[in-house]
Every structure is written in structure tokens, then in C-alpha cells.
């Protein structure tokens, strides 16, 4: 079993033969993902150690005393937390030695083909189409709410393969290279103004099966996997005190003692209290991490994440008054990151109603908190056994 002291051991070799100061970023981290310092709780040879997961904060302690780059994780969130993991469990041996180094290292990046314009709240509802032909399938289709499609080199994506069968059967996963002849992204102009996300239109474009990831027809099953991550990543992101939205309104409501309201101050200290409460849950549920796999909490940590962030941009807008309706720029950006604290009070605004939608609405992950979590009965549903293709649409 390795121990702290092997771990710190093995990150001052690191240090040793690849100092940072001189050191390429990019071959630096490539080296730290063949060292198994990348995430120790991977296995040996896949970036990883087969340790504990509580080790890894022992490395980036280290690391990041040393000055050492780290991977961006902001920039390739969606493959390091929703990819790597999907992969990890249900990809085989090839595509894990294929995939997971330049998804860590960042040189490649990843983007999520699961939304789509007819299957958004209810996803298992999808239509994009596989068709198998020879060693390949052959997928058709449109995607939307894509991040970072713009920029990704590959795409995870659920496809349906069988419509003869209910909708969350008949569904498979799919490795898709975002180049392959056929794909097309598209912007997806927001309210913001900007494109973050976008719209892909999936015509004839040929998936080799060795690109699909677990059996043919169980791609609901793996997409699980996907989501449960996905939450965890976007509602448990680690931050420091007042890191995140409401930081830019306490800093407001110490340096601008003018804008002051009783009610206003209220409602302040109302957020800044389940703020807190949201980030140390959110250490919470990564310590629930280190015992295993995410569980349906992640998703009360998003539905949280959504709602904070909805009214303290609220607040910040009523704070400020009619400086708080002035918007820094409204053309149209290409963004790989959501600025949340970068911007103006009108951007974060605008920017936190797309919070209730992307990795899930809210009104989904109500009831997968009532019945995943609080074990209330389900949601009569009335199309579970219906084949899809007898679906009304």
C-alpha cells in the first residue's frame, strides 16, 4: 500500500529530474502522468499509483510549493471529471492507454454529446440514431448545450441503437472524434451574448465500434456514470471562503457603504451563510470521494450550486442599482471557461440562469433527490415500458 511518505518520495524524484523552472509545462505534466502523480487514485500505468485518493492532496501540496504547472483543470473539466472517470470504469485496456494522458496532460480536449433539442430535461428520451454497419455505426443526429465543442478534439456521446425498446433501453456510448468527416459545431449564441456553448449536427459520421464504450444497448447504464460525475464536478468544485459568486458582493458591500439597505443586509448575510454551508458540503462530498464512487448527493450539491448562484447575482444587481444593469460587452465571445467572478455584475446575472439547466435541471435533480436520496415513491411515469419509436413526439 502506498503510504504518505512514498507518495512525497516519489513527487521529490519528480521535482528532481523535471524542475519545474526549467522544464517544458507540457513535459512536465507528461512526466508527473507517467510518475503516477497525475490522480494517485488511478491505477499503475493510467497516470495513477493505485493509492488512496486522500493521497493526492499530498501531491498537489508538494507540487504546488515547487511552483510546478498544473493541467488547467478549469479548461478540461469535462474530460478530467466526466470523461476520465466513464472511461476508467467501462473503457478497455486500449482505449485507456490511448486516451486518458493527453486528456490529463490537456492536450486533448473533451466535450459532452448528450443534450438534444427534442431530449433535454428528459434525456433517455434522445433521437440521435447509430446504425451499425460492418465494424463501424454509422450516427446521425443534433446535440445542443455542447461546452467547449469549439474546441474539443473528443466527444463523449449517447446514441440510439435499437428503437424497438423503451427509451433508457436501446441506448449506447460512443468515443467520437469531434474531426471525423460529418461533424459540425455550430455556435449557440446566449443571453449573455456570448458563444460558450453550441450546437452539434451529426450527419453520416462513421464511429469505429471499437470505439464504443460498454456493451451494445447499456449505454444508459454508462452514462450514469457520466452524470453522477458531472454534478459532483459542477455543484463540488472546491473554492476558498468567499471564492466564489458571493465574493464579489461582500467586496461591494465593504467598499461601497453608500449602497447600504437594512433588507439588502439581511438577505446578504442570509447568502453569505448558505454559501458557506454549499462549499463545506461540497469538502463533504469529496471526502465521501475517497470511499468510492459518487452517489446521488452530487446532485443536491448542483441543485444548491444553481439556486446560490441565481440569487446572489440577484442581490449583487439590486445592490448596485443602475450600475448593476451596465453590461461590459456584448460581442459575441468564443470562451472555453465560464467567468463567473472575472466580469460585471449584469454578466454574472445573466450567466447564472443557464445554472439551472446545464448538467441537468433542476427539475430533474429534484426527483432524483426525492427518490434517490430522501426515498420518497417515484414520479408516475407512463412511457417507461413503451418502445421509443411508439413514443408521442
Same mark, same amino acid.
Given at each position: 500500500?502506498?503510504?504518505?511518505?512514498?507518495?512525497?518520495?516519489?513527487?521529490?524524484?519528480?521535482?528532481?529530474?523535471?524542475?519545474?523552472?526549467?522544464? @517544458?509545462?507540457?513535459?512536465?505534466?507528461?512526466?508527473?502522468?507517467?510518475?503516477? !502523480?497525475?490522480?494517485? $487514485?488511478?491505477?499503475?500505468?493510467?497516470?495513477?499509483?493505485?493509492?488512496?485518493?486522500? /493521497?493526492?492532496?499530498?501531491? *498537489?501540496?508538494?507540487?504546488?510549493?515547487?511552483?510546478?504547472?498544473?493541467? =488547467? %483543470?478549469?479548461?478540461?473539466?469535462?474530460?478530467?471529471?466526466?470523461?476520465?472517470?466513464?472511461?476508467?470504469?467501462?473503457?478497455?485496456?486500449?482505449?485507456?492507454?490511448?486516451?486518458?494522458?493527453?486528456?490529463?496532460?490537456?492536450?486533448?480536449?473533451?466535450?459532452?454529446?448528450?443534450?438534444?433539442?427534442?431530449?433535454?430535461?428528459?434525456?433517455?428520451?434522445?433521437?440521435?440514431?447509430?446504425?451499425?454497419?460492418?465494424?463501424?455505426?454509422?450516427?446521425?443526429?443534433?446535440?445542443?448545450?455542447?461546452?467547449?465543442? $469549439?474546441?474539443?478534439?473528443?466527444?463523449?456521446?449517447?446514441?440510439?441503437? =435499437?428503437?424497438?425498446?423503451?427509451? $433508457?433501453?436501446?441506448?449506447?456510448?460512443?468515443?467520437? *472524434?469531434?474531426?471525423?468527416?460529418?461533424?459540425?459545431?455550430?455556435?449557440?449564441?446566449?443571453?449573455?451574448?456570448?458563444?460558450?456553448?453550441?450546437?452539434?449536427? /451529426?450527419?453520416?459520421?462513421?464511429?469505429? =465500434?471499437?470505439?464504443?464504450?460498454? %456493451?451494445?444497448?447499456?449505454?444508459?447504464?454508462?452514462?450514469?456514470?457520466?452524470?453522477?460525475?458531472?454534478?459532483?464536478?459542477?455543484?463540488?468544485?472546491?473554492?476558498?471562503?468567499?471564492?466564489?459568486?458571493?465574493?464579489?458582493?461582500?467586496?461591494?458591500?465593504?467598499?461601497? %457603504?453608500?449602497?447600504?439597505?437594512?433588507?439588502? $443586509?439581511?438577505?446578504?448575510?442570509?447568502?453569505?451563510? @448558505?454559501?458557506?454551508?454549499?462549499?463545506?458540503?461540497?469538502?463533504?462530498?469529496?471526502?465521501?470521494?475517497?470511499?468510492?464512487?459518487?452517489?446521488?448527493?452530487?446532485?443536491?450539491?448542483?441543485?444548491?450550486?444553481?439556486?446560490?448562484?441565481?440569487?446572489?447575482?440577484?442581490?449583487?444587481?439590486?445592490?448596485?442599482? @443602475?450600475?448593476?444593469?451596465?453590461?461590459? *460587452?456584448?460581442?459575441?465571445?468564443?470562451?472555453?471557461?465560464?467567468?463567473?467572478?472575472?466580469?460585471?455584475?449584469?454578466?454574472?446575472? !445573466?450567466?447564472?440562469?443557464?445554472?439551472?439547466?446545464?448538467?441537468?435541471?433542476?427539475?430533474?435533480?429534484?426527483?432524483?433527490?426525492?427518490?434517490?436520496?430522501?426515498?420518497?415513491?417515484?414520479?408516475?411515469?407512463? @412511457?417507461?415500458?413503451?418502445?421509443?419509436?411508439? !413514443?408521442?413526439?
Amino acid at each position: 500500500m502506498t503510504d504518505t511518505t512514498e507518495v512525497r518520495s516519489l513527487t521529490k524524484e519528480l521535482l528532481a529530474s523535471h524542475p519545474p523552472a526549467t522544464t @517544458d509545462r507540457t513535459d512536465f505534466l507528461k512526466a508527473r502522468f507517467d510518475a503516477g !502523480l497525475a490522480w494517485v $487514485h488511478y491505477p499503475v500505468g493510467l497516470g495513477g499509483l493505485g493509492a488512496p485518493r486522500s /493521497l493526492q492532496a499530498v501531491v *498537489d501540496a508538494e507540487l504546488a510549493a515547487a511552483g510546478a504547472p498544473d493541467n =488547467d %483543470p478549469r479548461r478540461i473539466g469535462i474530460g478530467l471529471g466526466m470523461a476520465a472517470p466513464t472511461i476508467l470504469r467501462f473503457g478497455t485496456d486500449e482505449q485507456k492507454r490511448r486516451l486518458l494522458r493527453p486528456l490529463w496532460v490537456g492536450e486533448e480536449v473533451w466535450c459532452q454529446l448528450f443534450s438534444e433539442p427534442g431530449a433535454g430535461s428528459d434525456l433517455a428520451a434522445l433521437g440521435t440514431r447509430a446504425v451499425r454497419d460492418g465494424d463501424h455505426w454509422v450516427v446521425d443526429g443534433q446535440k445542443v448545450w455542447t461546452s467547449s465543442a $469549439h474546441v474539443a478534439r473528443w466527444a463523449i456521446l449517447i446514441a440510439r441503437t =435499437d428503437p424497438t425498446l423503451p427509451k $433508457h433501453q436501446g441506448i449506447t456510448y460512443f468515443l467520437c *472524434d469531434m474531426t471525423d468527416p460529418g461533424v459540425e459545431v455550430r455556435p449557440l449564441r446566449q443571453i449573455t451574448g456570448e458563444a460558450e456553448f453550441n450546437e452539434v449536427f /451529426l450527419t453520416g459520421v462513421r464511429i469505429p =465500434d471499437s470505439r464504443r464504450l460498454g %456493451p451494445v444497448g447499456e449505454g444508459w447504464k454508462v452514462a450514469q456514470t457520466t452524470l453522477m460525475n458531472e454534478r459532483v464536478s459542477i455543484g463540488g468544485s472546491r473554492i476558498p471562503r468567499e471564492g466564489g459568486m458571493i465574493g464579489p458582493v461582500a467586496k461591494t458591500w465593504r467598499e461601497r %457603504p453608500e449602497l447600504r439597505t437594512h433588507e439588502l $443586509h439581511r438577505r446578504l448575510l442570509d447568502l453569505w451563510v @448558505d454559501a458557506e454551508v454549499a462549499r463545506l458540503a461540497g469538502e463533504r462530498l469529496r471526502q465521501q470521494l475517497v470511499a468510492g464512487q459518487p452517489g446521488p448527493e452530487g446532485s443536491g450539491m448542483k441543485l444548491a450550486f444553481a439556486r446560490l448562484n441565481q440569487e446572489i447575482s440577484g442581490l449583487e444587481v439590486e445592490l448596485r442599482g @443602475d450600475e448593476g444593469l451596465l453590461y461590459d *460587452d456584448w460581442t459575441m465571445r468564443r470562451p472555453e471557461l465560464v467567468d463567473f467572478t472575472g466580469r460585471d455584475a449584469g454578466y454574472r446575472y !445573466l450567466r447564472s440562469k443557464g445554472n439551472s439547466i446545464e448538467g441537468g435541471t433542476s427539475e430533474v435533480l429534484l426527483n432524483i433527490v426525492a427518490e434517490r436520496v430522501l426515498g420518497l415513491p417515484s414520479e408516475p411515469r407512463s @412511457d417507461k415500458d413503451i418502445a421509443w419509436k411508439d !413514443l408521442s413526439r
